[in-house]
């Protein structure tokens, strides 16, 4: 990888030291290696992608466009348009809250992430040199 790497520590069970010792005599990957494919593997998971972005400013414009047609109902009724108005506002609040909620989740499972590839990168070093 061409990436600039960093150091860090990561705390695992026996079992998981154990099994990840077993994919490096199977596949020949150095332990560095396989730990930053878990970490990917992580990144991909909890990756806040465009399409989700998508649709929560989808829910929002539609909620808009909702506000925006009972505004233009012809003589409605006050108190069944504060009605309306408050629903719509409640679904747009809704979305962007959520949307929120996913954008402090990536950043969380980002920090974690370079907390457990520092962790990873100081293991190999401490991990003695392999000879041939």
Avoid at 42 to 58: C, G, M, N, P, R
């Amino acid at each position: 990888m061409s990436r600039k790497k960093v150091s860090s520590t990561v705390w695992m069970t026996a079992e998981q030291r154990d099994a990840l010792r077993d994919i490096k005599r199977r596949t020949g990957k150095p332990m560095a290696v396989l730990h930053r494919e878990g970490i990917d593997s992580v990144v991909e998971q909890y990756a806040v992608t465009k399409a989700d972005i998508a649709v929560h400013a989808d829910q929002a414009l539609e909620a808009a466009r909702k506000v925006h047609a009972q505004l233009h109902m012809p003589h409605p009724k006050l108190s069944e348009l504060a009605q309306h108005v408050e629903r719509l506002h409640r679904d747009l609040s809704n979305a962007l809250s959520a949307l929120r909620q996913s954008t402090a989740e990536a950043s969380h499972a980002r920090e974690q992430l370079r907390r457990v590839f520092q962790a990873a990168e100081e293991a190999l070093a401490a991990e003695p040199p392999i000879t041939r």
